[in-house]
């Protein structure tokens, strides 16, 4: 069993940035790749990025490839999601997920455990 916890949403202005952190528990983190999903009021849960369990294999989405960074360190059981160059479209619930096998994916339904998500809102 995993239990995941995000933090570091809030209110930013367009352009500015936020690091999200989802803390982990369980022994097993290192061997799990981790994934990020947002869901903005009346849109479906959308994939943002995913990160192998060695941490070398990163896959993002489109709309945010080149403005978020995803990371994870392992002796810390802590995923990461740097977010630069904020866009008012980018205001959603971000979620962390973890996925017993260590091959990303960008399928919600392939992500066995979820967090209770971080609001983020970023202002024009």
């Excluded at 940035?17 to 994934?35: D, V």
């Excluded at 896959?59 to 059981?77: I, L």
């Excluded at 392939?110 to 970023?122: A, I, K, L, P, S």
């Amino acid at each position: 069993q995993v239990q995941l916890v995000e933090s570091g949403g809030g209110l930013v202005q367009a352009g500015g940035s936020l690091r999200l952190s989802c803390a982990a528990s369980g022994r097993t983190f290192s061997r799990y790749a981790m994934g990020w999903f947002r869901q903005a009021p009346g849109k479906e849960r959308e994939f943002v990025a995913a990160i192998r369990w060695s941490g070398y294999t990163t896959y993002y989405a489109d709309s945010v490839k080149g403005r978020f960074t995803v990371s994870r360190d392992n002796a810390k059981s802590t995923l990461y999601l740097q977010m630069n160059s904020l866009k008012p479209e980018d205001t959603a619930v971000y979620y962390c997920a973890a996925k017993r096998e260590p091959v990303v994916s960008d399928l919600s339904y392939e992500y066995d455990y979820w967090g209770q998500g971080t609001q983020v809102t970023v202002s024009s």
